[in-house]
């Protein structure tokens, strides 16, 4: 299923994808899996940053970013001494490393625009994602996400899709709260949260909070040298 959506800043777009895409990602070692493209390097860094935070008991997971400004031998060492399962970066330095061939994006399952109309609305630019788009392959999910969505790029984003659905923004929000005791069981409950709410007919916007107690309790004695008493 592809994916357009829609929706204020500060409305939590970014983990959406990043926790989606983590909840169905395989990594398979030197395979790139998911590839999120943005336009600017400060949003590939953050995007990244979120990625590592949200994936840091999955040790086998690796993230990369890259983008412009940087050396791009830096870029290419990296790859060919570990290459990530998940890339992040802006379309001119992805298309000039798998131009190159230091990057192969012939296994990607997932492809992900951030800001896709800044994207799409500058011409060259957009010309980078639609190169970059045809090295993936016909098989994949495409997620788009924007705070705005003009007329005039919402037929460009459809272009790249196949079976689509479009999410604008809801008012109806039902909460999940869940405690469990370890972190592998927050990832096995996401998982089967996230597939009821997809096959569910009815739509809705949900906030999910999960909470492993032991996870807490290191997390508030870092902070404060203080801990919960959960166990």
């Not at 992040?88 to 990607?108: C, M, Q």
């Not at 788009?144 to 923004?169: N, W, Y």
Request: net charge neutral.
């Amino acid at each position: 299923m592809d994916v357009i959506c829609q929706a204020k800043s500060g409305m939590g777009k970014t983990a959406v994808f990043v926790l989606s895409t983590l909840q169905q990602i395989d990594p398979v070692p030197g395979q790139v899996s998911a590839l999120v493209l943005c336009h600017t390097r400060e949003l590939a860094y953050q995007i990244c940053h979120e990625f590592e935070r949200f994936s840091t008991y999955l040790p086998d997971l690796k993230v990369a970013v890259f983008y412009g400004g940087v050396n791009i031998k830096v870029h290419k060492d990296l790859l060919k001494n570990e290459c990530p399962q998940i890339v992040v970066g802006t379309p001119g330095r992805i298309l000039a490393l798998a131009r190159e061939k230091n990057l192969s994006l012939k296994n990607v399952r997932h492809f992900v625009l951030d800001e896709c109309d800044k994207m799409l609305e500058s011409l060259d630019m957009r010309k980078d994602v639609q190169d970059i788009f045809k090295l993936t392959p016909h098989d994949k999910q495409v997620m788009m996400f924007s705070a705005t969505l003009s007329k005039e790029i919402r037929p460009v984003c459809k272009k790249f899709m196949q079976d689509v659905i479009s999410h604008g923004q809801y008012y109806l929000i039902r909460s999940l709260f869940f405690i469990l005791p370890t972190f592998p069981e927050v990832f096995s409950c996401l998982n089967a949260v996230v597939s009821s709410i997809f096959t569910s007919d009815r739509v809705s916007v949900y906030v999910l909070l999960f909470i492993c107690p032991i996870l807490l309790n290191n997390l508030l004695m870092s902070w404060s040298g203080v801990g919960t008493g959960l166990e």
